[in-house]
Nanobody, 120 residues
Framework: QVQLVESGGGLVQPGGSLRLSCAAS????????MGWYRQAPGKQRDVVAT???????NYANSVKGRFTISRDNAKNTVFLQMNSLKPEDTAVYYC??????????????WGQGTQVTVSS
């Protein structure tokens, strides 16, 4: 099984920056893709950015040029650097990972979420 723990959220002014981290722990063979999702009150959970085990990235159009996703495979950790933050970025941010728990079993894991608030 795998556990994901996010950190780094907080309150920031518009135009500011935050860096989120998500560390995976537990018993598993490998982690494939990892990603960041966000959910605002009353809204559905939407993808923000994803990164494969090989380092290929994809971003939601709303964050392209402002956010950067990266990972440290040795530490089983994924990061989200958020620059030029806007009030509409306010949401709970969740980490997600596709995990090979064993050779014949693949599952998705979610973190508990970390609050990001962008406000003056």
């Amino acid at each position: 099984q795998v556990q994901l723990v996010e950190s780094g959220g907080g309150l920031v002014q518009p135009g500011g920056s935050l860096r989120l981290s998500c560390a995976a722990s537990g018993t598993f063979f490998s982690i494939n893709a990892m990603g960041w999702y966000r959910q605002a009150p009353g809204k559905q959970r939407d993808v923000v950015a994803t990164i494969t085990d090989g380092g290929s990235t994809n971003y939601a159009n709303s964050v392209k040029g402002r956010f950067t996703i990266s990972r440290d495979n040795a530490k089983n950790t994924v990061f989200l650097q958020m620059n030029s933050l806007k009030p509409e970025d306010t949401a709970v941010y969740y980490c997600n990972a596709g995990v090979h728990v064993r050779a014949s079993h693949y599952q998705y894991a979610w973190g508990q979420g970390t609050q990001v608030t962008v406000s003056s």
